[in-house]
């Protein structure tokens, strides 16, 4: 991969100014009192059982093991008024063979939390040679807590090979139906020339 | 030398040509010749200048072009003359070719476009014949389930149904195929066979989308179909005649769009959704059912559809001409015949022609003909018009518009016109006329 | 809904009243997917969207290049909306690598997310109106359209894919004259926005047509998680603009457009009142823009994030747009997901469509903003 990009070189005409990495780094980090209570909701219902991933302005992320995801996913829903979900990403970690499963969730009903994004991530057990659907790559749907998630986890489903139990509807969405390959997203899946 | 044909003899070439004419001389000579004498045996000749029209005196007169006249003359009053041209399908199809092109530029300028350009170097005014061309060298697939007879000959059908209903419209006084007393029955008679053609061909093809195209085009005719001929029994009503010709004599003075503008509102509609125009298109919804009975035609199947369905558009603007816009009635506006020609002949320096058998057609006839030709022009233009302005209506809305507003309207349509002649005002011995 | 039969006739399953249509993907009422519908009669009884026919794994190829690199093959997915898909990419890039847009370049970038949100929204009334069967509305967008094109090949240098964006600014100053260019523009756009009211919205057989078709309640679109103009017709007011300002939207001068029927008409009619509204964000966006200065920060070469994770979202044409970039410390990201209005929008696809004439199909479909190559990315 070339480490040089041309789009750099052409703007050397206009004023440089420095990258300000350095600048943020001295700054202390100041964790914003909104969402820090939110989060503290959450822990103090839960304790142990979750931890507290980052809080910045306007994100809040959360970790939960997936056992307990649904009961989290419910107290979040019905105490901090968090009512849809606007995606479902599934992230592989080949090297602790994990499969991260990250909900993003807003609010549409509460006028304070409609800048808020709450991240509620769970890592489920990733198999080498995967059989989708019939392995241990399984987790609860939370379809019955955030109905909409309900074609994201689909997708998640085909492309990571993350089963969702409970989920009315685990076809396939986007691949057709003849795939017969390892899901693709998932790391050992590589494209050709790269 | 020429790679595409490499071993080429101009020699062979020239054996080949007059090989060709020899067989086509034998061939006629053998065969064409007898068989276009068996027939002239058959056909009863017409008599010109008090001699009979032999076979031989009509190469006499090809051979002398100033007594052809004559001979074109007796032709174009023959049946044969009036079914293929002039007040049957040529002129129709002239008008109807016409009407598609007109159809395509005011469709654009609506649009803000330019239509077809490039074709024919004016304005593209030979798109039309390239789209022909096109259809025609088209391959024809036919679905494997199809029911193939009649799949084939449901266009044939159309257009020849279509053709049917030309044949009833009276051009200019004397100008028509069948004259008959029935008229405007025989026009719902032909009307009535569209929905059956269009049910045919959607359910031989064995389709979905054109079987649900066809029994959309089926409530679409079958609902239509009331309104319309109830919203012309009020003309019948006033005219007390059936015949086309003799409804067209009584709106000498007045049109029958004045007394009855309800049953016009009510006939037009009806019109539109015959002709699964825009907004009534749903026969052929593109973005719902494909191109709903359309759908499994291809290549000049197609083509004789939307023939035929141009032939039916003009056949319905010529048929709201008839009733409503007085036909062939107007002013004298077409100059006479110049009577030095008859007399004096064609002075061309120091040569005189002197042309028998002129004038060919009457002032009557060529004046009726083109105010029938406008008037209808002019309907065909408001028929196209909605295109531009209005979306697809949905069935629902369709059936309620049929069934409830257009059958009401087009009684109380009926009532004015029973009102009018009970008053005295209209009908036989009424105030007006 | 399948309606009881009546009485005296007797069928041997229900199964024969009814008839599976495959719309799509080479129906032309379906774009680039397919829907599965039954139908009883004129009711449609249950639909099955198919999506994935364009399915191009824009994800996955992100994760084998780097940031900048990144660029273009992300707008690949709406080239008619390619500043706004850039958007969010831009922003969680910034943020994950610390960089600081100058003031300038926040304009610029302001206006040429509205232009494009323009360029997307009449290419989609245009196929709405010729979903419809009015022609007319496909032909007047679409020329309309090149003026705003015009504009953006003046900025960009691109008629589509414009590529403009970058992490750090934009790629390019604005050309001489553009100001009056556009406003210009812009000017002779409200006046053509007029007639499509006239025309279209106002038309009656529309009206008849697309009322009380497709009722998303107000409810159902919180639950079902849908966005944008579907989620704002249906009375929720959220536009990220607004709730959650980015660049400088916070400055400017516009409001949010809701309405409250929730029918095809209304959804049908929001992206239109967007339109307007977009054309009030340029004038003002021209008017408080600084008239002269940096457009672009410059970057390292082949930048590196940290060990972190970045959820940006901005208002697309479809709704809420978000990109989700983890980074593990490489120039490539570890992980890219895009989250689109459109994906987010088809789940109300088998819910509206339940139920409702055939005829419908259309009008419902086109009305929920989907457009089927960016929800399958």
Redesign the interface.
Known sequence: MSSETTIDEKSSETVETKPEIAKKEITPVVEPKFEKSLAEKVVSKFGTIVTIGFIKPNRIRINAKKENILDVATFIRDELNFDHAESVTGVDYPKSKEIEVVYHLGSYTEPQLAKQVLTLATRVPREDIPNPGHDSTRMPSLRDVFYSVEFHERECFEMLGVYFDGHPDNRRLLLPEDWADIPPFRKDFGIKGR | MSSIAPEFRLSRFVASLTDLIFWVIVIFTLIGLPIVFILLFYIKLPVIDDKLLTPYLALTWLADPSRTLPIIKSLMHTDFFRITTFPGFGFAALLAAGTIYIERKF?AK????VGPLYCGKIEGILQLMGDGLKLISKEIIIPAKADKPIFWVAPLLFVGTAAAFISLIPVAPGWVVADLDVGLLAVFAVIGFFPIITILSSWSANS??PF?GGIRALHQMVSFEIPLILSLLGIVILTGTLNLTEIVESQQHYWWIIFMPIGAIVFFTTILAELER??F??PE??????AGWLTEFSGMMYGLVQLGSYLKLYAFAALFTILFLGGWNGPMIWPPFPQEIITEGIKMGPITMHVPGLPLLDQEMLNGTLWFTIKTIGVILVILLP???????????LLHTGWYKLIGLSFVNIFIALALVYAGVLGPGGLIQ | MITPLPPGIQLEKVDDRIMTLNVGPQHPGSGHMRLIIKVDGDYIVSCDPDPGYVHRGEEKMAEYRNYIQNIPHLERPVIHDSCNILYPYCLAVEDLLGLEVPERAKYIRVIASELNRCVYTLYWLAIYGIFLGHSTMFMWPVGDREFCIDLLEAMSGARVTHAYFVPGGVRNDLPANFEERCLRQIDYFEKRLKQYEDIFYQNPVLKQRTEGTGVLSRMDAIRLGTTGSVLRSAGVDFDVRKKEPYDVYDNLDFQTQVLKEGDSYARSRVPYLDMLESCRIIKDALKKMPKSGSVRTKLKPNPKGGNDEVYRRVESGRGSLGMYVVSDGKPEPYRVKISVGSFRNLICMPYLLKGEKLGNMPAVYWSLNYWPVEADR
């Open positions: 469709l609506m649009q803000l476009r979905k989308f649900i825009i907004p298109d749903l919804a593109e973005s719902e059912i494909v295109r531009g302005v209005f979306p697809r209506i949905r069935i629902d809305l």
